[in-house]
């Protein structure tokens, strides 16, 4: 199916915007914090047309299934709930918006951590954006995409998903200073690519573990008396709080400081050392890892051309990230996925998408 057939007529426009992978700076934007995104090259592109009744029309290729707005004073569930949250995120901004078909087709694998719900957001945007001449940069393009994902979605994210998805390319690292919004966009580290492989187990508890890591570290932060994590400098400070605040607030407080090192410029090597101490932070301190992630990290780590590796995402499951000598993303994941399946488990290369019959 294309846009003609869903809808009888061609689109007038379209947009894309990429997934993204989080390099560096794990569960540090909710403490007001640092974080290291890039994009990556799977994307997901929406058209649009001018809808012929007074609804909205939705499509999704990816889901095979259309959802039609009958009454703007529900908000869908489901994919729908992305698209017309944009929607309704900018009428609610005073920009007027016609009943739209909308049509998404997406490269970028859903619900595995890379970020498609942001990717959906942002491209929704860029595209209304263009097909009405709306006056938005692309920091609100970020902000209302969050907005969206908040208030229609019923996420509570925050803001690096949307900043890496509208700032970011494939090429470079989005420095984000999650609660100024100050950003510096830097090169990939020298002769080096990346590589992310799923664990092949799903993030089951990611929701309740989520929201309970960012309780405590509202928690460990009142002790300290700070507005939030971000604002301790110096890991020492952490000591004096109760386990497992203490741990919590470590990992937080060092991992920061591993973003920030990485901001005065580093090596390849130095860029994997500290993800591989990200990973053992987020294994020992921030307990958000599973065997099956450190068994899928370890194996990377121990392969030569990798400089480093860690679990990317929120953890409980989910994807792996590795930093790989620049060519060599295709053997090193072919090697690591046939030793993980040895281990029991069955890993799949996300990024670059590899066809594995290719690798073999
Ligand atoms: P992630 O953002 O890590 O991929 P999320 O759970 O945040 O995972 O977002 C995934 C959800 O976003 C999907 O369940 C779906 O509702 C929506 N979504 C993303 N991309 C598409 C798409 N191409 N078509 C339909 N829905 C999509
Ligand atoms: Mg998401």
Redesign the pocket.
Request: hydrophobic share 30%; charged share 15%; aromatic share 6%.
């Given at each position: 199916m294309d846009f003609q057939q869903v809808f009888g007529k061609p689109p007038e426009t379209q947009a894309s915007a990429p997934?993204r992978v989080n390099l560096l700076g794990e569960h540090t934007d909710y403490n007001d914090g640092f974080v290291l995104p890039t994009a990556i090259p799977q994307s997901?592109t929406v058209q649009l047309g001018l809808s012929s009744d007074s609804h909205h029309h939705f499509y999704?290729?990816?889901?095979n299934?259309q959802v039609s707005i009958l009454d703007i004073n529900h908000s869908p569930s489901?994919?729908a709930?992305?698209i017309f949250g944009c929607i309704e995120v900018l009428q609610k901004a005073g920009y007027k918006i016609p009943s739209l078909c909308v049509y998404?087709?997406?490269s970028?694998?859903?619900?595995?951590?890379?970020?498609?719900?942001?990717?959906?957001e942002v491209a929704t945007l860029r595209a209304v954006r263009q097909l009405l001449n709306f006056p938005i940069d692309d920091v609100e393009i970020a902000q209302f995409a969050q907005q969206a994902?908040i208030h229609y979605?019923g996420?509570q994210?925050g803001i690096m998903?949307q900043m890496a998805s509208s700032l970011a390319d494939t090429e470079h690292i989005l420095f984000l200073d999650t609660r100024t919004l100050k950003r510096r966009v830097m090169p990939l580290p020298d002769n080096a690519e990346i590589l992310v492989i799923d664990s092949g187990v799903p993030r089951t508890l990611a929701t309740s573990g989520y929201n309970q890591r960012r309780a405590e570290c509202e928690e460990a932060a009142r002790s300290l008396g700070v507005k939030a994590l971000r604002d301790i400098t110096d890991v020492e400070v952490t000591e004096k709080l109760p386990e497992p605040l203490r741990r919590r607030a470590r990992h937080v407080v060092t991992e920061d400081n591993r973003v920030l090192e990485v901001l005065q410029g580093v090596s390849s090597e130095r860029f994997g050392e500290l993800m591989n101490a990200s990973h053992a932070s987020l294994r020992d301190d921030y307990e958000v890892s599973v065997p099956a992630l450190d068994t899928l990290v370890e194996l990377l780590q121990k392969t030569p051309g990798v400089f480093g590796a860690r679990l990317t995402?929120a953890g409980f499951g989910?994807a792996s990230v590795a930093l790989v000598v620049a060519g060599e993303a295709r053997s090193i994941a072919t090697h690591v996925l046939e030793q993980y399946k040895q281990a029991g488990y069955n890993g799949q290369i996300l990024v670059p998408s590899l066809e594995l019959s290719d690798a073999a």
């Open positions: 997934g997901t999704s290729e990816n889901l299934e489901g994919f709930s992305y998404v087709k997406s970028v694998p859903m619900g595995s951590g890379l970020s498609s719900s942001a990717a959906l994902e979605a996420v994210c998903d995402g989910g």
